[in-house]
């Protein structure tokens, strides 16, 4: 189904400067360093820039269209690409725009489309990845790229529907109202939940209020479907009180679930358990070992289930999944040593899941290299603390820290009895490669764990490239 400029005018009330109602708008971008030949570039206005001044960048690097606000245009350059065939159109606001036109895109599939919505403190995106890949065996899947799950994302990803038969969309968020906002656009079909943790607790100040905001998804939902983690000890609550108007339908590996893990063995690079699907059983290899893989393939087989896969189809999708890059991210390198690069965020959930892997390897020595968690508030300190009680709890050989909070670890980790000698704590990336590079030997398994922010990631690609410097020179 095609979009055209006379759907955008509509749907935006946006006034075309030049161009043809009738041209058809595929390919939307907002970056003008990934414009391909007759995209639809939109500018959008952000906090350390505005995409709406690079519009003629836009179309001299091959755009058809580009959508823009507040911007003066000269006579000649409007006679200008006029001459070349382009469309300007011009809108009060992009950002909206860019929500209405996601919105008349979602709308123009209806019922026909099948719309998974993601959410969640951990898990959210590679529970989006092994989701996709089940549906796939089926239909014909968009999924939300990265995590680009937020108000710009979101539509964008929306946006990139081209007669699909299932879309699964993550759906992020820093505060209550924002989920809401994204349901309304996406208009899932089924709604995941894949548990409630601390991520954010500094801006929503309670877990409760956390899964407030992530109950927010079924506002957009014409049929209220929920998949829920019932593992989680809040989502568990939330599932036998009342909610009568919502069907639910659990995982879990603890709790009692319509999909539930059983007899599970987690071997060098798998894991490996029976599925009990409704009182059908049946086993499964999951190509990544570590319990919280067994949980996102229970969800993924529980919304495989509900859009009508045969088992056949779900176990395919679930053995052959692969994550998203820097999202436990494992390299085995030619010196024998294991990175686990898991450095695109952490939450003190997925820090805990994220340790209890390493300490499930068979590393020579196990390391930890952990960064600063964001956006904890008055948490901060204390769930910092509770990451350095894991470090000791799984015996953990070394541990590497960066950052003004993640001292916080290593002070807990020294208070639990952690071997002073074997904590190194720096300021800056320089000092912490450095010392990586010359202390890494044979047989070591190093994770790496931070919040985004932290770029921790440099550190791992800094390395790697000093591995691959070493290997050139022999």
């Known amino acids: 189904m095609e979009m055209t400029i006379n759907d955008i005018l509509k749907c935006t009330e946006g006034k075309l400067i030049i161009g043809n109602e009738n041209k058809i708008c595929n390919n939307f971008s907002k970056d003008t360093r990934t414009i391909n030949k007759n995209d639809t570039y939109i500018g959008i206005r952000g906090e350390n820039f505005d995409g709406n001044l690079f519009w003629e960048e836009a179309l001299k690097k091959g755009a058809s269209t580009v959508i823009i606000q507040k911007i003066e245009l000269a006579p000649e350059k409007i006679e200008k690409y006029k001459k070349q065939n382009k469309n300007i159109i011009q809108v009060d606001d992009t950002k909206k725009a860019l929500e209405q036109m996601a919105t008349f895109k979602r709308n123009m599939y209806g019922d026909k489309l099948i719309v998974v919505g993601v959410t969640g403190s951990v898990g959210k995106t590679s529970t989006k990845d092994i989701i996709a890949n089940v549906l796939s065996k089926k239909y014909k899947t968009l999924k939300t790229e990265g995590n680009n799950n937020n108000d710009i994302g979101l539509p964008l990803t929306i946006l990139k529907l081209k ?62 479907i929920v998949v829920i983690n019932n593992d989680n000890d ?12 919502v069907k639910k339908y659990t995982f879990g590996i603890r709790s009692k679930s319509n999909c539930m893990a059983e007899q599970i063995f987690f071997n060098k690079d798998k894991s490996e358990f029976t599925c009990n699907l409704m009182q059908n059983k049946f086993k499964l290899e999951v190509p990544i070992k570590g319990e919280h893989f067994v949980l996102n393939s229970l969800c993924a087989i529980m919304v495989g289930h509900l859009c009508g896969l045969s088992q056949e189809d779900i176990e395919d999708g679930i053995r052959t999944f692969s994550l998203t890059k820097k999202r436990m991210e494992i390299s085995k390198l030619n010196n024998n040593v294991t990175i686990i690069n898991d450095s695109y965020n952490a939450s003190f959930e997925s820090m805990k899941a994220s340790i209890e892997y390493l300490a499930s390897t068979d590393g020579v020595r196990k390391i930890a290299v952990l960064g600063d968690m964001f956006e904890l508030g008055e948490f901060s300190e204390e769930l910092h603390r509770k990451v350095g009680d894991e470090i000791v709890k799984n015996n953990i050989d070394f541990l590497f820290a960066i950052g003004e909070n993640a001292k916080f670890i290593v002070d807990e980790a020294r208070v639990k009895g952690f071997n002073d000698k074997n904590i190194f704590y720096y300021k800056t990336k320089e000092e912490l490669i450095n010392k990586i590079k010359a202390f890494i030997e044979s047989g070591d398994v190093i994770l790496f764990k931070a919040s985004n922010g932290m770029k921790l990631f440099e550190v791992v690609e800094e390395y790697l490239e000093s591995i691959n410097d070493e290997f050139r020179k022999k």
């Open 163 to 224: 007669d699909h038969e299932a879309a699964v969309v993550e759906m992020g968020m820093n505060h209550l109202g924002e989920i809401s906002k994204l349901t309304r656009i996406a208009k899932p079909t089924i709604s995941v939940i894949t548990n409630v943790g601390t991520s954010h607790i500094g801006n929503l100040g309670s877990r409760e209020n956390i899964l407030k905001a992530k109950l927010e998804i079924l506002e957009g939902m014409k049929e209220k």
């Open 234 to 245: 809040l989502l568990y609550k939330w599932n036998i009180d009342n909610n009568n108007e």
